[in-house]
């Protein structure tokens, strides 16, 4: 049994039912009965012909599916239908309209225009009265798809087909009524596949009719519906849809080959050119003024262009334009999806290959939407390309191209003050395919590339400088209420650098706060677009460099710094398979080169891409680091030049991707403005230089900063001592030797001994200057830190005790080991001890005394030889700081770690803080506390020059301690003289005990001695219940307590030394620290030799207590 007689053996009972509802006489119309009848036949029919499919190919007989629909035929004779009856019997005609009527060769033309004017009208209602709520969405995608069937279906008839069916005039208003009903479905549904069929059946009616003359009837109305339905902003699937249609419609409509439409310039005459040169200013309402071209359609029209006349076109093109743009506005999302992309595309691109001269006024707008449509698709930038480059009026493309860019250009400034950040973003990419279109066609020019360049460089500078001046009234309005101290300062740079991989570091927006980054990757695109053209970069006029010599004002510095980071961009993206020989380029013989001979050694390699892009490389190099040393030398931190270093950073990053190796004493001369930069006190500035050094060290020593540095060190050490005289010696020196010092090695220390030396002789000289001398010695403060950093296997604790054990020695003074040598020293310095002031006089008569073991003693841990008012410290007297001999003596053995240069280095860094700690500002005193402290164990690793050091120390810290009021001085100075005690041990018993004597004697020191205690005391009486006792602690400030802090540092210094010193203390004073330090700690256990004590007076105490 063939298909078809299974189907009509198993439809012809549902059939006889239907028939016997629909053509008796009792009318069934509306009756669930009927509607179930319906619906069984439907299911049926479908269940079918799904099981009867061969390879899904059916036939179904004519005269079978003339049978199914008998019964159905009374149905339209009733004005009574339902819509679920509408809806299941358009689903039975759907399905014998796709298997029987609509196949090859089997469509009539009495039934496609019978069906069609049935179904339109069941579907779209009266005309005029289209409600979307008159049927169900189901009944509406029933009909739609009847009627895609019946036109596909008369698609597939033989040609004459068609013609036959639009020669019938009666037809005409009903495709004029299904035209809007498809249109009035697809604005008004919901469903968006319905909006999708909808307007597929509507481009297959568009290419069924293909009449220019016809659809231009329809052409307003559908261009109207098209753009609500693109505004709606629809799924996907019907903004392709709406598109695909849309390019049938046009493409018919405004064929230059149909219109057979002509072109002639506008300026035919000198009186017309001169006219159009008066009406330049005037304000222009429509497109056609503003081309060049006057666009004519033949007055002998042919039959079929009657209604599309010139007036008609100039009309409706203005009117088309509204519409455009509506549709074709740039919406940036909708770019998503490929489907979308290609779909707008391929209007584009076939309206200007079709329509070019009939809408020539509408092509800058085509373009503008390829543009985007290339910006988030590249590859849609080759068939662009390809597309266009070989249209036949292939020469006027080339001069609208131009005209396009130049408006572009002049527009400029416009689009990136906007407040519109797409705007700007738009326009770049825009300009991006006209120079890549132009690019293809070898139709690019110099000069417009020159102007393109000089308008971005001049616009991106002049929003630069907006910003700027914007911040500094900001700034100027805020005031700088707190000022960093240059401790501060220097944390805040060197906390910021880190030693990851240049991959992991994360370049910040170039433009924050002005351009989007979707704007800044587009200005890349450009960039990488113009390097194709690197002849006609690298021959640009001087005018465009402007003069070498950069002046100093802040607006030249941007300017120039936004030409160099555009260079580079440019000469980085070109793409070379030739390597270069540094010995073939032609190097500039000095630094004041002009601008002409620039262009010169352009010139001479006219032919050469490849010199000319180092050229423009080399050019861009230098430039930008003659802006780094600019912006280095402002004292200012305003956004303008924050952004002209990070822009020349950029330049120079972009510049050694191009020169690479084989340049590297070249790059090598930018490293020291680059270091320059890690001390910048803007963390984009550091990032960036961070960024740049890490590429020079990945390129040119496998990624080492220390070689870096230290291959480099002379050529660093010239370019800083440059900069330690006249009016180049500011506060921020320091802060570049300091970031050099963290991030060399230990070695590049050592090449800094004549720098050190300087600074030693700078201190003498501007000692009053407090910034520039702290930060000198912060600079000492991190060499202190490369010092421990390379002795962190050393133990220092163990040194303090090895010290300790030392100490038990007889003849231990200022590191002589015998009678014989004190007797040796004495007469040695007689004469220079009698030079002395005469307050000394008596004191030296000790050295007259009769020598015994015991006065030996005495000596080496209390010789009042030592000068309390000489300027001149120790160090510098007995180190052997002038020598290099090893050490001093020669049977005096060096056993430091450290090696005697550095070793002398770091006396000669203590030297100078005692000299200097007598300043008045206390936050440098501070400072010198803290590196004198840190000194301290460095120097102790000699033990032969620590103790004649630590005795003078002692003296000059005992009496800042004594005589300075700020507790966060007396709270360092107490960490200072536990330091000399953890290491001199015995040497300064009796310097400790004058010192707790002079303690006692002070009274702010007592005082705060007494206040504490008493509020210890009070406190433990509050914890054993005692209830009278009101205790009141305030604690109204979260700042440190500095009078309990100093409390807690004295009680720490007493009970160390009673450690330490153990029995060389008289008892009576043990007693005495005891009574002090028993309230801050009760652990006997602390106590050491004296724990006895400590229990016996805590014992005492307690009894008191109760």
Not at 241 to 263: H, K, P, Q, R, W
Not at 761 to 784: A, C, K
Not at 801 to 817: H, P, Q, R, S, T
Not at 881 to 890: C, L, V
Request: glycine letters at 4%; a negative charge; hydrophobic letters at 40%.
């Amino acid at each position: 049994m063939d298909a078809a007689a299974k189907i009509f053996k198993a439809v012809k009972p549902k059939c006889v039912t239907l028939a016997q509802l629909t053509l008796s006489e009792n009318n069934r119309m509306g009756s669930l009965e009927l509607l179930n009848a319906i619906k069984e036949l439907d299911s049926t029919l479908k269940k079918e012909i799904e099981s009867s499919k061969n390879d899904g190919t059916l036939f179904i007989p004519v005269n079978l599916s003339d049978y199914i629909m008998v019964p159905l035929t009374k149905l339209f004779q009733s004005n009574t239908m339902t819509d679920s009856e509408l809806e299941l019997v358009l689903s039975i005609i759907h399905v014998l309209l796709k298997y029987s009527w609509c196949q090859p060769g089997a469509l009539s033309n009495e039934l496609f225009i019978q069906y069609v004017t049935l179904i339109t009208f069941l579907v779209g209602g009266k005309p005029g009265h289209f409600s979307i709520k008159s049927h169900s969405d189901d009944t509406f995608m029933n009909g739609i798809m009847c009627l895609q069937v019946l036109l596909q279906g008369c698609l597939n008839q033989d040609l004459a087909f068609a013609n036959r069916v639009l020669e019938n005039s009666n037809f005409v208003p009903t495709l004029g009524f299904l035209v809007s009903t498809l249109l009035n479905i697809a604005v008004d549904s919901q469903n968006s596949v319905m909006k999708a069929e909808s307007l597929k059946t509507l481009n297959i009616l568009y290419h069924l009719i293909d009449n220019g003359e016809i659809l231009s009837l329809f052409f307003p109305g559908s261009v109207s519906s098209i753009a609500k339905v693109v505004t709606s902003k629809p799924h996907s699937k019907v903004m392709c849809e709406a598109f695909i249609t849309l390019t049938t419609l046009v493409g018919s409509i405004f064929s230059d080959f149909e219109l057979e439409v002509e072109a002639e310039s506008k300026f035919s005459s000198l009186d017309s050119l001169k006219c159009s040169i008066e009406d330049c200013g005037k304000e222009v309402l429509d497109n056609e003024s503003n081309s060049s071209l006057v666009i004519k359609i033949p007055e002998n029209a042919s039959s079929v262009k009657q209604h599309r006349t010139t007036s008609w076109l100039k009309s409706t093109l203005i009117q088309f334009e509204k519409a455009l743009e509506i549709i074709l506005k740039v919406d940036l999302k909708r770019y998503d999806k490929y489907s979308i992309r290609d779909a707008i595309f391929q209007f584009d691109v076939k309206m200007i290959r079709n329509s070019f001269l009939s809408c020539y006024p509408l092509i800058p707008m085509l373009l503008k939407s390829l543009s985007a449509i290339c910006a988030a698709d590249p590859t849609f930038i080759a068939l662009t390309i390809d597309s266009l480059v070989y249209i036949s009026e292939n020469n006027l493309l080339k001069l609208l191209l131009n005209r396009i860019l130049e408006d572009e250009l002049h527009r400029m400034q416009y689009n990136f003050s906007s407040p519109d950040a797409t705007k700007a973003e738009v326009m770049i990419q825009f300009i991006d395919l006209l120079i890549n279109i132009l690019s293809g066609m070898n139709d690019i020019d110099a000069s417009v590339l020159e102007k393109t360049i000089k308008r971005l460089r001049e616009n991106i500078a002049l929003l630069l400088e907006i910003k700027s001046t914007n911040d500094s009234k900001k700034k100027v309005q805020s005031s700088n209420d707190q000022v960093l101290s240059m401790e501060s300062r220097l944390l805040l740079v060197s906390s910021h650098y880190d030693r990851s991989t240049y991959d992991e570091l994360q370049k910040v927006p170039l433009f924050n706060g002005i351009f989007t980054k979707q704007t800044e990757t587009a200005l890349e695109n450009l960039f990488e677009s113009i390097s194709k053209n690197i002849e006609q970069v690298a021959h640009f006029d001087s005018s465009i460099i402007q003069e070498r010599h950069i002046s100093a004002n802040s607006s030249s510095t941007i300017h120039h710094a936004v030409l160099s980071w555009i260079l580079s961009c440019i000469t980085r993206n070109v793409k070379t398979k030739k390597h270069f020989d540094p010995e073939d380029y032609l190097e500039f013989e000095d630094d004041d080169m002009d601008v002409k001979s620039f262009a010169d050694l352009a010139s001479v390699s006219e032919n050469d891409s490849l010199t000319s892009l180092y050229n423009l490389t080399y050019f861009s190099l230098e430039n930008s680091t003659q802006m780094l040393k600019q912006c280095s030398a402002s004292s200012t931190e305003l956004f303008s030049t924050t952004s002209s270093s990070i822009l020349c950073l950029r330049a120079i990053s972009n510049t050694i991707d191009v020169l690479g190796v084989e340049f590297q004493d070249e790059l090598i001369e930018v490293l020291y403005p680059i270091v320059e930069c890690l001390a910048s006190s803007s963390e984009l500035i550091r990032t960036e230089a961070q960024i740049v050094v890490l590429k020079l060290a990945n390129l040119l020593y496998d990624g080492s900063i220390e070689q870096l540095l230290s291959e480099n060190a002379d050529y660093l050490i010239d370019s800083l001592s440059s900069k330690l005289v006249g009016e180049s010696l500011t506060p921020k020196i320091p802060i570049i030797l300091s970031v050099l010092v963290k991030i060399g090695s230990l070695d590049i220390v050592a090449e800094l001994d004549d720098i050190i030396r300087t600074i030693f002789t700078l201190l003498d000289m501007y000692h009053g200057y407090t910034s520039l001398v702290e930060g000198f010695f912060l600079v000492f403060d991190e060499i202190l830190s490369k010092i421990y950093h390379e002795l962190k296997g050393y133990d220092f604790e163990q040194l303090a005790i090895d010290l300790e054990d030392e100490n038990v020695l007889a003849f231990g003074m200022w590191g002589l080991k015998s009678m014989g040598e004190v007797d040796e020293f004495i007469n040695k310095y007689d004469v220079a001890f009698d030079d002395m002031s005469d307050n000394q006089d008596d004191d030296m008569s000790v050295a007259d005394e009769p020598l015994r073991k015991n006065k030996i003693l005495e000596i080496d841990s209390d010789d009042d030889s030592d000068d309390e008012n000489d300027s001149k410290s120790i160090p510098s007297q007995m180190n052997g700081e002038d020598s290099d001999d090893g050490g001093g003596d020669d049977d005096t053995k060096w056993v430091s770690p450290i090696n005697v240069k550095l070793y002398n280095t770091v006396t000669s860094i203590l030297s100078y803080a005692e000299r200097l700690i007598q300043t008045k500002s206390v936050s440098l005193v501070i400072l010198l506390l803290k590196i004198i402290d840190r000194i301290i164990p460095l120097i102790a690793t000699q033990k032969s020059k620590f103790l004649p050091i630590g005795a003078n120390l002692w003296e000059i810290i005992s009496s800042i301690l004594n005589e300075m009021d700020d507790l966060r001085v007396k709270s360092r100075s107490i960490d200072v003289l536990k330091n000399l005690i953890k290491y001199g041990n015995t040497f300064f018993v009796t310097r400790f005990l004058d010192l707790f004597v002079l303690l006692g004697k002070n009274n702010r020191i007592k005082f705060l001695i007494e206040k504490q205690v008493s509020t210890l005391i009070k406190s433990e009486q509050k914890d054993t219940g005692k209830k009278d006792t009101t205790l009141i602690l305030n604690q109204t400030s979260t700042s440190t307590n500095w009078d309990l802090n100093t409390f807690n540092k004295i009680c720490g210094l007493l009970l160390f030394s009673l450690c330490k010193l153990g029995r060389f203390i008289p008892n009576d004073t043990a007693m005495s620290i005891i009574n002090i330090t028993i309230h801050y700690d009760k652990d006997v256990d602390h106590y050491g030799y004296f724990d006895d004590l400590a229990s016996f007076i805590m014992e005492n105490e307690a009894e008191k207590g109760s």
